[in-house]
Nanobody
Framework: QVQLVESGGGLVQAGGSLRLSCVAS????????MGWYRQAPGKQRELVAT???????NYADSMKGRFSISRDYAKNTMYLQMNSLKPEDTAVYYC???????????????WGQGTQVTVSS
C-alpha cells in the first residue's frame, strides 16, 4: 500500500505565499518523478511543476518565477513554495508520484487526495 498525503493549503491574500508538502509512505522501493497538479472549479487538471529523481525541475509557464518545487529524498517528501499568489491560483492542488514498489516492478502513478488553496483578492 502506498499513500500520498498533501498539506499546507489554506486561504491567503493575493501577493502572499504558501508552502505545500506531499509525503509518500508505504511499500516504496524508489520514487522517480514527482509533481504538483491543480484543478480549479470547472476546469481540467493542469500541470504546475514536476521534479525528477535527479532533481531536474520543470514548470508550467504561468508558474515560472513564482513557484519553486523541491524534494527531500530522505523523507520521501516533495514541496511547492508558492510566492506572489494570485486569485487565479485558487484550486485544489494534487501531488503525483511515480513509484516503484519493488526492485522488479515498474513505475506506478499515485495521486494524493488534494489540498485546497484559495487566494483572495
Amino acid at each position: 500500500q502506498v499513500q500520498l498525503v498533501e498539506s499546507g493549503g489554506g486561504l491567503v491574500q493575493a501577493g502572499g505565499s504558501l508552502r505545500l508538502s506531499c509525503v509518500a509512505s508505504g511499500s516504496i522501493f524508489s520514487i522517480n518523478t514527482m509533481g504538483w497538479y491543480r484543478q480549479a472549479p470547472g476546469k481540467q487538471r493542469e500541470l504546475v511543476a514536476t521534479v525528477t529523481s535527479g532533481g531536474m525541475a520543470n514548470y508550467a509557464d504561468s508558474m515560472k518565477g513564482r513557484f519553486s518545487i523541491s524534494r527531500d529524498y530522505a523523507k520521501n517528501t516533495m514541496y511547492l513554495q508558492m510566492n506572489s499568489l494570485k486569485p487565479e491560483d485558487t484550486a485544489v492542488y494534487y501531488c503525483l508520484a511515480q513509484i516503484q514498489r519493488t526492485l522488479f516492478s515498474s513505475d506506478t502513478p499515485y495521486w494524493g487526495q488534494g489540498t485546497q488553496v484559495t487566494v483572495s483578492s
